[in-house]
């Protein structure tokens, strides 16, 4: 059974860093399409950033510069480094992941449906 668990969300000010982590478990990472998506209130669910099973990666333009996206394939880990964070990135924020090509993943990852998702984790930044 596939089990995506986020953890690392908080509440920072503006400016500050947090990073965000993503434990997958029943599922590798080798092979695979992961990214990190994010839903505000109100909002629809917008793709945050993608990494693909050679590493390659790719951002939406607001978090460019400021987020990165890594992962451990040995450890099953998705991280997300956001930095500069400022008050438009309050969001839920989820990790997903699901076997893609690779150019399919960088390609059409903010519009594909994932198969996995986690529950998702909290980011709050104040003004």
């Known amino acids: 059974q596939v089990q995506l668990v986020e953890s690392g969300g908080g509440t920072v000010q503006s400016g500050g860093s947090l990073r965000l982590s993503c434990a997958a478990s029943?599922?590798?990472?080798?092979?695979?399409?992961m990214g990190w998506f994010r839903q505000a209130p109100g909002k629809e669910r917008e793709g945050v950033a993608i990494?693909?099973?050679?590493?390659?990666?790719s951002y939406a333009d607001s978090v460019k510069g400021r987020f990165t996206i890594s992962q451990d394939n040995a450890k099953n880990m998705l991280y997300l480094q956001m930095s500069s964070l400022v008050p438009d990135d309050t969001a839920m924020y989820y990790c997903?992941?699901?076997?893609?090509?690779?150019?399919?993943?960088?390609?059409?990852?903010?519009?594909?449906?994932?198969?996995?998702w986690g529950q998702g984790t909290q980011v709050t930044v104040s003004s």
């Open positions: 990494i693909d099973s050679n590493g390659s990666t």
């Open positions: 029943g599922y590798s990472l080798s092979r695979s399409c």
């Open positions: 997903a992941a699901d076997h893609l090509y690779s150019w399919y993943c960088l390609q059409r990852w903010r519009t594909f449906d994932f198969g996995y």
